[in-house]
Nanobody
Framework: QVQLVESGGGLVQAGGSLRLSCAAS????????MGWFRQAPGKEREFVAV????????YYADSVKGRFTTSRDNAENTVYLQMNSLKPEDTAVYYC???????????????WGQGTQVTVSS
């Protein structure tokens, strides 16, 4: 069982930055790839980024590539999403999720956080 708690969301102007954190419970954190997803009002949940359990591999959605970076600290059981050059279309609830493999499909993730709101004003 893995419990996830996101933090770091908020309101920011376009062009600004935010860093999201996702703290995980349990002693098996490094066995899980950690994904980031987002869901805007009226839209389906979409893949943003994923990092492997060791942190050695990362993958990003084309829409955020070059602007967002995910990293993790396995000693602290925490994964991060650094978001730079934010755009109004990045506005959404952001979720972290855990899965044994670094996959992009939300339906394959076993554990989810409660989400944190990110709002980018123009």
């Amino acid at each position: 069982q893995v419990q996830l708690v996101e933090s770091g969301g908020g309101l920011v102007q376009a062009g600004g930055s935010l860093r999201l954190s996702c703290a995980a419970s349990g002693r098996t954190f490094s066995r899980y790839a950690m994904g980031w997803f987002r869901q805007a009002p009226g839209k389906e949940r979409e893949f943003v980024a994923v990092i492997s359990g060791s942190g050695g591999s990362t993958y990003y959605a084309d829409s955020v590539k070059g602007r967002f970076t995910t990293s993790r600290d396995n000693a602290e059981n925490t994964v991060y999403l650094q978001m730079n050059s934010l755009k109004p279309e990045d506005t959404a609830v952001y979720y972290c999720a855990a899965n044994p493999s670094p996959v992009r499909a939300a339906g394959l993730y076993d554990y989810w956080g409660q989400g944190t709101q990110v709002t980018v004003s123009s």
